[in-house]
DNA sequence: TAATAATCGAGACGGTACGTCACGTCTTGGA
DNA sequence: TCCAAGACGTGACGTACCGTCTCGATTATTA
């Protein structure tokens, strides 16, 4: 979360001293990464660039964000519907999967997918962007992964020794490798395969568990 | 491809005039991109410093490469052992992934992982070297474990219509998440669970696809 | 003159409304200065440093003064002690001159030389500060000769052709001289060898002027 | 002297590897400069401006000079006439110093007088350039000085025990004194009186010396 | 006793210039 | 034709101060 969130979310919003923060300037700020984001793409935001098309100093940017990166997370983050955090209920675990995943696809296989490509890229190279990003907005994915998990748990349709954080690797480990490699394509039909294979290979884990331990006699 | 490749790789080396390429400077440039790049980071890894480190003129590097990725990937291809080409045979898809992916865990751990992660973030800027990695790299990759499936198929061991991109994704997918993402280690544990779940996924595909079917009347 | 000079040099200090001038304030920014002067030199004089060391706004200090050089100036203004206004009397233009010089040259070659070449310097860049630092301080020193050269001339050793500003030049222009250039010390010799000639010069004029009358003729 | 000087002047002007400076950008340096010192003053003289009117990269300013002033000493240095080197013989040490001290006065009335004035500022802030300005630039017009007093005591019009660097004191000093101070104009009659005096000064300071001593006993 | 007025600290703001870094290109002499 | 050396224009970096502008709080005079 960032300090102005935190701010924001402060139960005791004491009025510190000095000037308050300037609300447009923040808004200019994050309008302006995000246009030249999707106009010009990411190697052309720096923080020049930005500072010069919102009208406002660089020492402005710098003293709430330590990089474009930064700026782009929160965009991303208050662009995100709160009914994401809405966990599918379709009754089955495979219809809330194609529930969460379909979407998701159609989404990065758009403009969202070069954000996020370049957010990835980023974090490479910082640690602490690669920090916020993680608990900021991965964090919250696999959480529904999770939860879609353990309801299928309750339901018996999944053993409980599934893990969900094995789950969420299997669900967005090749959606994220086939946006990063671009070796095929990320649609409708990909997500349903995905999905279908993911949920058989939680289901049946025990069968291979099983045979597993087998073999190693 | 790089160009230094598609010169050796000429089948009528036709000598060119004048001075030959120098091969002191090329194996120079390469062991000095390696040295800093796991001495002081990709962050860290620019031709200026190349050049200096290796004792040669920025042009030279220029002359042969596009950028520092490129270096590094030719590094790579260069020690990438061709018995890693070896499809493994232990006579189950379950113990050829585990053959397969529990050293590729094991060496994206440790140093290599930086690397890898450093080479597809610039991926992610330039799609020139995008092409080059995925075909001079994660293609072999892939092709390994088509392979396998390839194989088991005509085993018996997994369905016919199971597709061996799909099964690559899976298997390779989560790997680079971890990798990327560090939400976790990338150990044994998670080599096993991962192959453990791609491979009851792909053996069951049909019931779920069945399954599927029916639950879409 | 400062604004605070002319608030409390005010005949009528009629009380304005409002709050009054923090005198602790006044005294922690000066004493700020002066030390920020004293141990890191002028160049790393600066409004924001002093205001952070005299625990003081920075808006506080622009209230009062518009640049450092006038705090210094106020300082040095405040610290001149006031029989330095009383003019040397020896019985002989050479005696008072030397009294005049000879402490000068010893404290502008101690830490106070660093302040004027400082105050010199930015007179050279600021004409409202050339001004005052004219007016506030190099005035007095040039008074103090003429009223020197006035009294000789009372007395028969220095003739009534002479300019009292002229020999205010002659005194002072070759002490700033050693100080700005830096080509030699300031010490006792250089001194004594200076009054010498000066009241040389001034003595003999008569003499250079007939022969210069002569020679124009 | 400047590194560009240094080359210059190397007797064996060994044609150095790599691609040799551009005298174009040296010039174009060098004019920029000085044109936006006469344009704008040397308040607005900054190494940004000077690139950017220059068509030049500021690398390339840093490259061969620390800060602006050495550009403009650099400028000065070039502009100097050779025929300043030459001591003026008039035959009589009077007549020397007016031809020397009266076009210098002129010129620093005029806008050479801003220049020297930053030049000498500039020097207070930046012991570096302070020492190249000193050994550049004023230690030539000192040793002028000393050359013409040596000639006047060969001729019998100045004792031998005078000393010249005290000479070049008394004579720039005030007029350095007037130029930075600006409490009175820099004129002929200045010129005049100025050498009357310090001509005084030193002819008759045998007298003086014996009167001091005297009053020692 | 309130209203008015000026000050104070804190600190955010737009702005300018800094000096540095690395880029990719160009221009030498020499191999 | 390649090589090392190294200068060049370009563009962005992150920092330092500038002088100004809100804030809430404080302290005086004035009504």
Redesign the pocket.
Known sequence: MSNAEAAESNPAPR????????V???R?IIQSAMHILQNDGYA?L????IAAK???????I???WS??AFIVLEALIADMPSQEGLVPDTGSIRGDLQELVRPTVRALSQRRGAVYKALIAEAQADPRFAEAFRAQLMSAHREIVRAVVARAQLRGEVPFEVDGDLAADLVYGPILYRLLNGHATLDETFAFDLIDAVVSGLRYRDAGVKRAAEAAE
Do not use: F
């Open positions: 009025p510190r001293a000095g000037r308050p923060r300037s447009e300037s923040r200019a052309a720096n923080i020049e660039a919102a009208g406002v100093s660089k020492q402005t710098y003293r709430w990089s474009a």
